[in-house]
Structure formats: structure tokens, C-alpha cells
């Protein structure tokens, strides 16, 4: 089976489990595995709870995004990628290809690289070489906690927060310091243009009520 028949296949399952009313997205086997590989197969907004209390769902103490944060971050033209890494096939280095491709602006960051993709990569978000307007969190609940606040320091108002990657300490600590921050939804069915398959699976949350209002 090729990658693309394997991400077709996936994004099928993952439809055909919203249809159902959604899935489990508490972590079997641990934090990085409930962080990144499985973001991509868990890009639902209709999250339960992690059990370790590090998790948030779109239902629970986060609540639901809205559309205007949506477009808002979207609004955006330079953003940073915090979660990429050397591997291409980590779901943070497809985020980061489809908004470069998209024509956004885009830096990647991670402590324990130095290019990506063959672009430079920065340790963290001070590091950047020029300001961003918005960062997306593809890293361990743990991890994004920190991200959030050198955001701040940093002077970045917009979050997006990967499925995976959701911290209620990081949710509200955005909001306690008026961050625009988006959680609970996978910003490549957002960012436009978008593919063909993420575009039928919006469609049909859209079918369902459970889109951003």
C-alpha cells in the first residue's frame, strides 16, 4: 500500500467514525503517541477527555471554538510550526509543507534541529529571525504548555492548537491573556485551498452540526 492509499484509507475511517459520533482519543500507549502520529487519525473536534488530566476535548472545559478564531488565525501570513522534525512523515512537517505550500510564511521550530525540510529550523519561538503573527502546536500536551508562554513573550496573539497537543493549562492560559486560540480542530481542513479529502470530511462535519460556529 502506497502513502497516498494510506492516508485515503484513513481519512475514510476517520469520516465514517464521525458519521458514528466520533471517537476515543484517549492515549493507549502514552503521550507521544497520543500527540503526533495519531493527531492525524484523531483530527475529529469531537474529543473526550485524556485521563491523564494533561487532554481537553472541544465538549470539555475548553469549549468549542469559534469561526471567527478560525478565520482569525487564519488571517495570518507568518506563522511558526512548533512540533516539525527531521522525519518527513511526522504529522507537524505536513502542517508545515501545506501552509508553505498555501503561501503563508512559515517558520519551523524545534529545539533539537537545525533544518527542516531544507529550511532553517529554530531552537524556539524567540529565536526566529523575523516576528510571527501566529505559531501552530504539534508537540506533547507537556511541551505545549511552554510554547504558549514563550508565545506571549514573544508577542504572538494566535494559537492553534493541534489534536494531540491540547493542555487545559495552556487553553487557559491563552485566554487569561487574550490569545486568539483555536483548539479541538485540524487546521489543514481550514486553510485554504484545502485538499480533496480533508474538503469531503469538512463537508460532512458540516452535514453534521460540528463545525466552528
Known sequence: MTRVDFRIML??????REIRGGVDARPEAGEKRASLVSSYMRGLPLLRP???????SAEGTGGMCTKDAVEGFLAQRELAVAGVSGTRKKFGNSV???????GYRVFAVNPNAETVEGDPCYHNLNALPDPVQ??????PPSETEKIVEDAARAGIRHIWIQQGAES???IEFCREQGMNVVHGECILMFA???GFLHRVH???RGMLGKLPE
Open 96 to 102: 508545515y509543507r501545506d501552509l508553505k505550500t498555501k
Open 50 to 56: 485524556r485521563t491523564d488530566g494533561k487532554g481537553i
Open 11 to 16: 481519512h475514510f475511517r476517520i469520516m465514517l
Open 168 to 170: 487545559d493549562t495552556a
Open 192 to 194: 485554504e485551498p484545502v
Open 134 to 139: 501566529g505559531v501552530v502546536i504539534v508537540v
Open 202 to 204: 469538512r463537508w460532512i
